[in-house]
């Protein structure tokens, strides 16, 4: 009985450290440097001395939590979810491409999600997260092809209800009205804010697909529609690919990008389309449509047979056969699971092995 309560005090101990592991430290703490994958640009305005000649800035985001090094979405947003009375910092730099001097606007203003979209506000419009939002620079005066790096700071007062919030940190550039422009030109680039409020954990992210329909454009082309509702407790930013088999005989097609600027709140739902080639047969196929946001990632599949015009519509595949998975990290509490599964086997030969001794 004694090798039996030793074993059990182990297998405690190992649980209790595997789970202190996976509770996430502080974004200060775990803050890195690196180089992402994602670049935003924009045409600013034309030069006032060069109407045709087009001005480009960029920006892009330098840190993320050492937690979401593996997660695309925060590779190119700032993305975190903070206890109240929080404070995290992160980098972006901005850059000018073009062969001139450009002075530049840095600020965050508002943004939500509707309908599918992230929806930028207009202006300098404030929300809550800009509220919280300060950034150490306000303006650059950037050489030709010159780049600076801008800290974002974000601090979250201690009385901050739970929810989910969005915003944009912009740079802007553009050229004011003046006597000989009576138009002020302006563009813009930014990184989304997506910054979830509460204790403990961050809620799960996931999604599952309804539904799939075929269809045809106006142009003609073949389309596949998929539905997506969130089902965590996370905002999503769809992408996706389509792949068809078992066409008339027997072709494959594929893979077909979906249509991006999917994203989804919590609980929403929309749809995903997926462009396909005008002189594809009707069939009927076996479409398969990987869907995914950040690490988590759902495939589907469904036979479906487009219809012959745009204006007949395909039938809708109410049922379809998905599975998913975690992409990234082997997720912690299934990796608790099974050390504690091993610990248990281990414990039960040993246990017995000590009552013989006795």
Avoid at 139 to 154: E, F, H, P
Avoid at 332 to 340: C, D, H, N, R
Wanted: with cysteine; proline share 7%; glycine share 10%.
């Amino acid at each position: 009985m004694k090798g039996a309560r030793r074993c059990l005090a182990l297998l405690l101990v190992l649980g209790f450290a595997q789970t202190a592991g996976a509770m996430p430290a502080s974004a200060r703490e775990t803050r890195e440097t690196r180089e992402p994958a994602g670049v935003t640009r924009a045409a600013g305005a034309p030069s006032p001395d060069d109407p045709t000649a087009h001005r480009t800035i960029g920006i892009r985001l330098l840190d993320a939590p050492e937690s979401r090094r593996a997660d695309p979405r925060a590779q190119a947003y700032i993305v975190d979810h903070l206890a109240p009375g929080s404070t995290i910092e992160r980098r972006v730099e901005v850059f000018n491409e073009s062969p001139e001097p450009m002075h530049v606007d840095l600020y965050a203003a508002a943004a939500t999600i509707a309908k599918g979209r992230f929806t930028f506000a207009r202006g300098r419009t404030p929300d809550e997260l800009t509220g919280w939002t300060s950034l150490d620079r306000t303006g650059l005066d950037l050489a030709a092809s010159a780049t600076a790096r801008v800290r974002t700071t974000i601090r979250v007062p201690k009385d901050a209800a739970e929810g989910e919030r969005y915003g944009v940190v912009w740079a802007q550039t553009g050229t004011p009205a003046d006597r000989s422009h009576t138009v002020t030109m302006l563009g813009r680039v930014g990184v989304r804010m997506y910054i979830d409020v509460g204790p403990g954990g961050e809620p799960p992210s996931d999604f599952k697909i309804d539904g799939i329909r075929s269809t045809r454009a106006a142009d003609g082309r073949a389309e596949v529609h998929a539905r997506i509702h969130n089902t965590g407790g996370r905002a999503l930013d769809i992408s996706g690919a389509l792949s068809l088999r078992d066409g008339p005989s027997g072709l494959r097609a594929g893979p077909f990008a979906a249509r991006t600027g999917t994203s989804l709140a919590p609980g929403d739902a929309a749809e995903v389309v997926v462009p396909l080639d005008a002189r594809l047969p009707d069939g009927p196929w076996t479409v398969a449509l990987t869907a995914r946001s950040g690490l988590v990632e759902r495939t589907a599949r469904a036979k479906v047979t487009f219809p012959d015009s745009p204006e007949a519509a395909g039938e809708v595949v109410a049922s379809v056969t998905q599975q998913g998975q975690l992409l990234g990290r082997f997720p912690t509490l299934v990796a608790v699971g099974l050390s504690a599964l091993l610990l248990v086997a281990l414990c039960l030969p040993v246990s017995r092995f000590l009552r013989r001794r006795r």
